[in-house]
Every structure is written in structure tokens, then in C-alpha cells.
């Protein structure tokens, strides 16, 4: 049984940082297909950034080189690093295993002043 547990929300000014932790088991993010998506109130859950099985990694359009996929196999994570964080980014965010199609329970991060 796969199951993801995402960590690393918060509130953050826009401008600043986060860096959001999935931390997985019941699968090796080395060889599944691993992705981060969000959901802002009253829209639909979007793609933000995936990272294949080779290590190659698609982005959203809008975030493109402000936020970084990446995973650590020995720990059996995925990260997202966010820059330059916008009122627009506000969302829950969810870790996703794409080839297992199984999803986190998502944390918060909201970018406010």
C-alpha cells in the first residue's frame, strides 16, 4: 500500500521560500513516477511539477524556474523547493504517485503579507 506524507507548509511572504517534503512508502520514488500538484479554493487540482523514473522533470508553465522537483532515493523522498512565491501560489499542495495513482493527504501553504 502506498502511502505519501507531505510535510513543509506554511505562511510565507511573497518573495520568499518553501521547500515542501513527501516522504513515501510502499513504493520507491527511484523507479515511480513522482509528482507535485495543488489545488487552490474553488479550482480544480493542477499539475505544478513531476519527475520521471530517468530524472527528467516537467514543469507547469507557470512555474518554471521558480520551482524545483527533485527526490532523494536513499531517503525515499520527493522535495519541491519554491522561489519567489507569489499570492497565487496559495494552495494545498499534494504529493503524488503518478504510477501508482495514489495521493498524499496535501499541506497548506498560503503566501500572504
Known amino acids: 500500500q502506498v502511502q505519501l506524507v507531505e510535510s513543509g507548509g506554511g505562511l510565507v511572504q511573497p518573495g520568499g521560500s518553501l521547500r515542501l517534503s513527501c516522504a513515501a512508502s510502499?513504493?520507491?520514488?527511484?523507479?515511480?513516477?513522482m509528482g507535485w500538484y495543488r489545488q487552490a479554493p474553488g479550482k480544480q487540482r493542477e499539475l505544478v511539477a513531476k519527475?520521471?523514473?530517468?530524472?527528467?522533470?516537467v514543469y507547469a508553465d507557470s512555474e518554471k524556474g521558480r520551482f524545483t522537483i527533485s527526490r532523494d532515493n536513499a531517503k525515499n523522498m520527493v522535495y519541491l523547493q519554491m522561489n519567489n512565491l507569489k499570492p497565487e501560489d496559495t494552495a494545498v499542495y499534494y504529493c503524488?504517485?503518478?504510477?501508482?495513482?495514489?495521493w498524499g493527504q496535501g499541506t497548506q501553504v498560503t503566501v500572504s503579507s
Open positions: 503524488r504517485s503518478i504510477a501508482q495513482n495514489s
Open positions: 510502499g513504493t520507491s520514488v527511484r523507479i515511480d513516477y
Open positions: 519527475i520521471r523514473s530517468d530524472g527528467t522533470t
